[in-house]
Each structure stands twice: as C-alpha cells, then as structure tokens.
C-alpha cells in the first residue's frame, strides 16, 4: 500500500467516521439541546427541532455510506466541504454563542473543510497510480 493510498484512506475514513458520529451520538442516541437550540433559534417548535435533528441525523450517517460507497468519487468530499461551510455560516448567524464553546463548530467544521481537501488532492494522486 502507498503512502498516497493510506493518506487518502486516513482522510476519507476520518471525515466519515465524524459525519457517523455527529449522526448517530448527538442526534439520534443522545439528542443534545444545543442540536435543538440551532433549529429552534430559526422560530421552530422543539417538536419539529426533535424531528429535524432525527432527520439530520439519518442524512449524517446517510452521508457516511456515501463517502465509502463511492470511494473513487470526488463529489462526495466537495459536498462535505460546501455542507460544512453552510453549517457554519448557520450556527454563526442563528447560534453564535455556541462558536465559543469547548468543542465548537469552528474548530470541527474547518478541520473536516481541510480533511475533505486534502482528500481531494490524494484522491487525485491515487487515481494516477492505479
């Protein structure tokens, strides 16, 4: 195995592992009031916050398949890219106390942003090798 390989395996792997965990912990095992306060500071009901975090949640771990299902594909890391900026951006204007917490989006959602870059750029180098 090249070291271009096990790099490309390191990002693709770690990005969804993230998005299977943001999916399945935070949202469907142990629904987190800050995954509710981001939807209900948008003026939902928490009912409907309750149902779009399960909603998010299955599209998370949805989108964890996707990334290892379609190994060879580069759309899945560009999604991963532009949804985390999205998010971003949402929490910054909905939430944005929750930018200065331990553990926060900033810091999660641009390392994963970087990830998925990088893992584009490995992804390029080993589809020459092959």
Known sequence: MSSTFLSYAVCR???AFIWFYHGLVPKLLYLHED???????TGLSRAVAEQLAI???A???GMSVVLL???????PLL????VMFGLLAFVAMFQPVLLGAA?????TNIAVMALSVVGL???RLVARET
């Open 13 to 15: 792997g770690t990005i």
């Open 35 to 41: 995954e509710l306060a981001m939807s209900m500071a």
């Open 55 to 57: 909603i998010g949640g």
């Open 59 to 61: 599209l998370e771990i």
């Open 69 to 75: 299902l379609f190994w060879r594909q580069r759309w």
């Open 79 to 82: 999604l991963t890219a532009v």
């Open 103 to 107: 553990f926060n989006p900033v810091t």
């Open 121 to 123: 750029h490995f992804q």
